[in-house]
């Protein structure tokens, strides 16, 4: 089956710790996504690439950090300079540049306490 | 499961009405617009699109309504099930000043659906 996946479900850390959460595609497609949700509020946009070995901040990017190295990977860091990262975070990937339909993972939900 | 949009706007239907979820976009320049519904503890799902040079686009059971004088856009999900409770979000296409175009968020619909 083609999708995304994103590991773990729920993940807890303690403040002050950076953790890292996975998201992996197997649908080929070169542009990738992270968003934060939060209660509330629609999705916000953290780090985006477009192609492998390159990315680029999107409108809440402090704290975090990213790396694509494979077509397939993009993992994101949560950083302890994250002020508030207890959220909902959403892994996505499309088929081209641009933001055209977006597939969404089954999303982490972190909890730093 | 996930606590979404604790604060959402909430439609409430019976199984078998039609619903209609609207929400307003603030860019008069987006080109394309997407309606996604997610589920609790679950990410987002791709229900339908459409471009700026259409009034109306419909699909299955679902039809999309653009208003570009009023800025306004609407889901319509016809004889609503109660697997059709969900919160609904609509996306604008936004060009960023990199010259990448990303999607915009509404904060969402709650639609609940009684049997």
């Known amino acids: 089956d083609g999708g995304i996946t994103q590991s773990p479900k729920y993940l807890f850390r303690k403040e002050g710790q950076n953790v890292t959460l996975s998201c992996e595609q197997n649908l080929n497609h070169d542009a990738m996504y992270w968003y934060r949700q939060d209660p509330g509020q629609g999705l916000r946009l953290i780090y985006y690439?477009?192609?492998?070995?390159?990315?680029q901040k999107g409108d809440i990017a402090e704290g975090y950090s990213v790396s694509r190295e494979k077509k397939e990977s993009f993992p994101l860091t949560v950083t302890s300079a994250q002020k508030n990262p207890t959220a909902f975070y959403l892994c996505?990937?499309?088929?081209?540049?641009?933001?055209?339909?977006?597939?969404f993972g089954p999303g982490t939900r972190l909890t730093v306490t | 499961g996930e606590s979404v949009g604790l604060h959402l706007p909430t439609l409430s239907v019976q199984e078998g009405d039609n619903s209609i979820i609207n929400c307003a976009y603030s860019n008069s320049a987006s080109d394309y617009f997407i309606w996604y519904k997610q589920e609790s503890g679950k990410g987002p799902q791709f229900i339908i699109d459409i471009r700026s040079n259409m009034d109306k686009r419909q699909g299955q059971r679902v039809t999309v309504l653009l208003n570009k004088t009023v800025k306004h856009l609407s889901l319509q999900i016809a004889a609503t099930q109660p697997g059709d409770s969900a919160v609904y979000f609509c996306?604008?296409?936004?060009?960023?000043?990199?010259?990448?175009?990303?999607?915009?968020f509404g904060t969402g619909t709650r639609l609940l659906v009684s049997p």
């Open positions: 690439s477009q192609i492998v070995n390159d990315f």
């Open positions: 996505a990937s499309s088929q081209g540049q641009g933001a055209y339909e977006q597939y």
């Open positions: 996306a604008e296409r936004d060009l960023m000043n990199t010259g990448f175009q990303k999607l915009v």
